[in-house]
């Protein structure tokens, strides 16, 4: 194997386009200056259509982490009852983020591995008797591989209470479908290192005009991420109030190139595609899928092999293919396999991570499955194209 061969299939950070690499590498750029005013204006009014969002998004220096906190410290006030549906690790760290800035947190604690239903949330809403200031929730719950019904939970959320409704959607936007207005989301959220193929380090906040209300008016102790910090730098000055990420900026104009060259609804049919092609060719091989298809995220599947065998593929793949995938988080370490297939990934990176998969089933099944799972992926993939 070529030493430096890595094929990374990790559920974040993911591989990065040559375009964007050299994107990054151009000459830095002075913050105050027109060229960044520009470059500014550019990439938050161009991640619209990607976030759904009627205003531009906005973009601070951070790991997702920092924008779920965003999200928390400009909304929450000591002693608010929050609503927090916890299908996994993330929605877990959105709850201790609520809680770490004084809220009175209402888990809606669901099975991991499973989506909330919507009849569940309505339950829930309905068996508090408390105010409700807002319901976070997370679209693509990475520690399970799980798609949240985020349409539907907005819709149960504003039909019982008044809260507002914040997403989680770090995993998955650039992926798949969002509609901030028909979905009823107030705020939504994403990181640079999942689906829109960049290095780790950039957080994006979109908000809508009555979650600009809440945080112009939310007392809570905040400084670097003070929301009205950004939005009056933003529309007074077409900047940032601290020095901004500008390497990560510049790639990002160029992803909304790559995004805008094959067009949103491609990129989202094709994280459906390799979904499918992976989903499809993993029933080839005696891997369980973790995940019921219907509630299955396009960007990042789960398997429970046998407890076994969970080592010796994770660690077969590394070191026979160069190819990276995670493991579970914390109670589902060493339970599960989680590979990643978002951003910038192609069918024939499916068939790469499958025919890996073969060659070591084949061995510790004992029986030659070779050329199963690609099949059956290629299968699903002719009847795409
Ligand atoms: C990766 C991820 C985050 C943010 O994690 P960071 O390590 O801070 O970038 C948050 N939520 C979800 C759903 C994620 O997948």
Redesign the pocket.
């Known amino acids: 194997m070529l030493f430096n061969q890595q094929f990374l299939f990790t559920?974040?950070p993911t591989p990065i386009p040559e375009r964007v690499k050299l994107a990054m590498n151009e000459p830095m750029i002075a913050h105050r200056s027109k060229a960044f005013s520009h470059l500014l204006e550019d990439v938050s009014k161009r991640l619209m259509p990607i976030f759904g969002a009627k205003d531009p998004v906005l973009l601070v220096a951070?790991?997702?982490?920092?924008?779920?906190e965003a999200a928390a410290c400009n909304i929450v006030e000591d002693g608010d009852h929050v609503v927090v549906i916890v299908t996994g690790a993330?929605g877990d760290?959105?709850a201790n983020i609520c809680q770490a800035f004084g809220a009175s947190v209402h888990r809606l604690n669901i099975e991991w591995g499973k989506a909330c239903e919507p009849d569940q949330l309505e339950n829930y809403l309905k068996s508090l008797d408390v105010p409700i200031k807002a319901v976070f929730a997370?679209?693509?719950?990475?520690?399970t591989g799980v798609l949240n019904p985020i349409k539907d939970l907005g819709t149960i959320t504003k039909l019982h209470t008044d809260a507002l409704f914040i997403v989680?959607?770090?995993?998955?936007i650039g992926a798949v479908p969002v509609d901030m207005e028909d979905w009823q989301i107030d705020i939504l959220v994403s990181?640079?290192?999942?689906a829109l193929m960049l290095p780790?380090g950039l957080?994006f906040i979109a908000l809508n005009q009555r979650a600009r209300e809440v945080v112009k008016n939310c007392r809570t102790k905040r400084f670097y991420f003070d929301l009205n910090r950004y939005l009056t730098s933003y529309y007074e000055e077409t900047s940032t109030p601290f020095t901004p990420a500008v390497s990560l900026i510049a790639g990002m104009r160029e992803v909304c190139n790559l995004v805008e060259q094959e067009g949103l609804e491609n990129v989202i049919s094709r994280h459906q595609l390799l979904k499918s092609m992976l989903r499809s060719g993993l029933q080839e091989l005696d891997i369980p899928l973790f995940v019921a298809d219907d509630i299955a995220s396009p960007t990042v599947t789960s398997i429970k092999p046998n407890e076994n065998s969970i080592a010796p593929i994770k660690q077969g793949l590394q070191e026979r293919f160069g190819i990276v995938i995670a493991g579970g988080q914390k109670h589902l370490k060493g339970k599960i396999l989680r590979i990643g297939h978002m951003g910038y990934c192609t069918p024939f990176d499916i068939l790469r991570v499958l025919t890996g998969l073969e060659m070591i089933q084949s061995s510790l099944l004992g029986r030659n499955i070779l050329g199963k799972a690609t099949a059956k992926a290629e299968e699903v993939w002719s009847k795409n194209v």
């Open positions: 559920p974040g951070g790991t997702g982490t920092s924008a779920l993330f760290r959105f997370t679209y693509c719950e990475t520690s989680d959607g770090v995993s998955c990181g640079s290192q999942k780790p957080a």
